[in-house]
């Protein structure tokens, strides 16, 4: 029985003898010059407007994303905001709306009378 370490070293390439294997002369040249001529061409054809058109698109994203961040650190004031008051006349009313959507209404009523019993 073979075990893993001998199967990996009689599988690997390096190990076996270069004479046995290997490139003709014609074969190596012939690589040669393909691997030479892909390095000579460019990668991908660029157009002029191209790079321009990343950094515009880089700064609204960045703009809307300032936009929107400022937007929603904001919401909460805009409850405290649209408080009103009514004028101080009979009975006066506070009424705000919570950013969930709650109304909450208070009455301040200058004739309430808070009439207890003691025991």
């Known amino acids: 029985m073979t075990d893993f370490k001998t199967l990996l070293r009689t599988g690997d390439p390096l190990r ?3 004479e046995a294997e290997g490139l003709s002369s014609v074969q190596a040249a012939a690589m040669r010059r393909q691997v030479l001529n892909a390095a000579r061409r ?9 790079q321009p058109l990343a950094v515009a698109a880089m700064l ?6 300032g936009v929107l961040g400022g937007q ?17 006349e009979g009975r006066r009313q506070f009424q705000f709306e919570t950013p969930g959507g709650t109304r909450i209404i208070w009455v301040f009523d200058p004739e309430f009378q808070v009439k207890e019993t003691l025991p």
């Not at 460019?42 to 191209?50: E, K, L, S």
């Not at 609204?60 to 994303?65: C, D, M, Q, V």
């Not at 929603?72 to 101080?88: C, K």
């Open 60 to 65: 609204a994203l960045t703009i809307a994303a």
């Open 42 to 50: 460019p990668d991908v054809a660029r157009t002029p407007w191209q």
């Open 16 to 18: 076996a003898p270069r």
């Open 72 to 88: 929603r650190l904001m919401a909460p004031t805009a409850a405290i905001d649209s408080a009103v008051v009514t004028p101080p």
